[in-house]
């Protein structure tokens, strides 16, 4: 079925067909495809597209990571799924970010195929694909990072990640910056620094933000983030949001072709 | 893995592995494991239960199906998945009534499957496994209908609708019920009698509905519905418990093993 540029809901639609696609090939399991649906919700009370205070946030995440000495981006099924070019636009833009495959359900099947989407996409450098250390006090394959990746970074960022391993990085004392539309998850509340945001245009404007700074832009080293306000701030614009849609009248209908 | 009954989210995990294998026999397409992820999401907020404005609304629309002369149930893939005894007692207590395959992802294999699971629940006859009718403004497969079904009921009970064909069908002057537990849907903006609840909860009392109309008990024809206001309830519920989410206490780390 071809999806239509004028149905309103079109990029949705297209993020979920790639994410359907991805699925099939093996890359997304259902479990991404149910957590990618909850997202969407909040998305949607969020007015799908990044607050200022989100903006605020990627911004503070690019100066972080430039000025980290051991960056490192985690990637899963659904980031390599979704934001393959964004991830390699971030790689380039910041040569010494270690790019990770870091899978909840990890086989050394869906490991490979997140290394290759993500060599596809221009990253020439693949961590995580053979796990060599374990993070502490977790259990199982969840466990498994790189050496020269996650397991030594001093700045993670951990896009669409699992609660418990937020808490297991930030408990050794790594900077967390989390991207997670929830902004009640127990990710978005570990991290140093949460990023309330789709991740395609979080990990976009990270991107061009990198690219700025690594072009000679004015870069605030140590800027601090209060990752408590950012929380709230999300939270106050789905508030807003709710209350105004509860009181406004009911949308025209739009012309259809 | 086996779910223990004392889980806090066991229901919804039941649920959830019920979609799985449904998605794994080819029922639930992997769009349709999104779109359930999205609902968790929203239900999440709601309480994972019926509001008494959700209550409301269920009983309205048995009153609407009851009082109509060509009422039909709308029967996609994520609904059969989910609630095809519920919507085998709505056929039983009010035999009247269409029930009508009508999948977003239309193949012939898929509407077959669909019609099988509905048989197996107890429908005897399934309309819309052999589309012959369209629904104008609509394009490609999503315009086909039944033309004893769909097409010229006055009633139609569309649970887990998509927003183009909710609006299609009451540009058509036909009457719209949907269940959906997002309130800023386009599907929920559309119909005229919108329930924001699980399909499974909906489905299952306005059965218990008809079945006590049908025995007998008090009908009022033509019972108005405040649309706007249903809506606005169900966003005011969500910003209230979203707003208590927020305050409560960070929760405590589970123990890990």
């Given amino acids: 079925m071809r999806l239509s540029p004028r149905h309103p809901r079109y990029e949705s639609l297209v993020v979920r067909r790639s994410l359907a696609d991805a699925h099939r090939s093996g890359l997304v ?133 699992d609660g418990d391993r937020a808490q297991a990085l930030r408990a050794r004392g790594q900077k967390v910056i989390s991207v997670d539309l929830n902004p009640l998850s127990r990710t978005s509340r570990t991290a140093n620094l949460p990023i309330v945001d789709d991740v395609v245009r979080a990990l976009g404007h990270i991107a061009g933000d990198l690219e700025r700074l690594s072009a000679g832009g004015r870069l605030v080293r140590g800027r601090p983030f209060d990752a408590r306000a950012a929380l709230a701030d999300a939270l106050r614009t789905i508030d807003r949001r709710l209350i105004r849609a509860a009181r406004a009248p009911r949308r025209k209908r739009r012309p259809r072709s």
Same sequence: chains 1, 2.
Avoid: M
């Fill in 29 to 161: 399991v259902p479990e991404g495809l149910i957590a990618h649906g909850r997202g969407e919700a909040f998305d949607y009370f969020l007015g799908e597209r990044t607050t200022p205070s989100a903006r605020r946030a990627e911004r503070a995440a690019a100066e972080w990571l430039y000025s980290a000495r051991r960056p490192v981006v985690s990637v899963n099924g659904n980031v390599a799924a979704l934001a393959a070019a964004e991830v390699a636009r971030i790689a380039r833009a910041l040569p010494r970010a270690g790019v990770e495959v870091n899978l909840f359900h990890r086989t050394p099947a869906r490991a490979r195929q997140v290394a290759r989407a993500l060599r596809k996409a221009g990253v020439r450098e693949v961590l995580g694909v053979r796990a060599d250390a374990r993070i502490p006090r977790l259990p199982s394959d969840r466990a498994w990072v790189d050496r020269r990746g996650l397991y030594r970074a001093d700045v993670c960022l951990i896009p669409l990640e």
